[in-house]
């Protein structure tokens, strides 16, 4: 139970679940216009493709090291 609660006390988790949360609902949002459309996608991508070099910045760094704790189960 302790590894789980771990992952509670670090920010760096809370602001990938956050930014991956907003790329997710960007991406899966529909748009009437074309142009919103295009500039909600590109968005929630860009938004998505930056979350996950955080994430693997973060890792090479090794502050976000509760998230291995699924590795070993």
């Known amino acids: 139970m302790k590894p789980y609660l ?4 670090n920010w760096r988790i809370d602001a990938l679940a956050a930014l991956a949360t907003v790329a997710m609902l960007l991406i899966l949002s529909e748009s ?14 860009a938004l998505a493709y930056g979350c996950y070099r955080l994430s693997q910045h973060w890792g ?4 976000i090291n509760e998230l291995n704790i699924f590795d070993a189960q």
């Open 6 to 9: 771990q992952l509670l006390t």
């Open 32 to 45: 009437a216009s074309l142009t919103a459309l295009l500039i909600t996608k590109l968005t929630g991508f």
């Open 60 to 63: 090479r760094k090794g502050l």
